[in-house]
Nanobody, 121 residues
Framework: QVQLVESGGGLVQPGGSLRLSCAAS????????MGWYRQAPGLQRELVAR???????NYADSVKGRFTISRDNAKNTVYLQMNSLKPEDTAVYYC???????????????WGQGTQVTVSS
């Protein structure tokens, strides 16, 4: 099984910045993709950004130009730099990983427990 440790959430004023990190550990042979999703009160969970081990990225339209996802493959860690934060960014942010526990295993996914991001003055 894999473990995900999420950090970096908190309270920030509009226009401010936060940097989220998610470190994966456990029975991992390789990670194919890691990403961040978020869920605001009353809304469905949505993709924020994700990145493959090869560096291919996807962003939600609402965060393009403001958020940057990156990864450190050696540390099995993904980062989300969030700039120019807006109140609409307030949500619980969840880390997600697609990985292989073993060389011969199929891809599996795992979710973190979530970290709260609140943008308010």
């Amino acid at each position: 099984q894999v473990q995900l440790v999420e950090s970096g959430g908190g309270l920030v004023q509009p226009g401010g910045s936060l940097r989220l990190s998610c470190a994966a550990s456990g029975t991992i042979f390789s990670i194919y993709r890691m990403g961040w999703y978020r869920q605001a009160p009353g809304l469905q969970r949505e993709l924020v950004a994700r990145i493959t081990s090869g560096g291919m990225t996807n962003y939600a339209d609402s965060v393009k130009g403001r958020f940057t996802i990156s990864r450190d493959n050696a540390k099995n860690t993904v980062y989300l730099q969030m700039n120019s934060l807006k109140p609409e960014d307030t949500a619980v942010y969840y880390c997600n990983v697609f990985y292989r526990p073993n060389y011969s295993s199929n891809l599996r996914d795992y979710w973190g427990q979530g970290t709260q991001v609140t943008v308010s003055s």
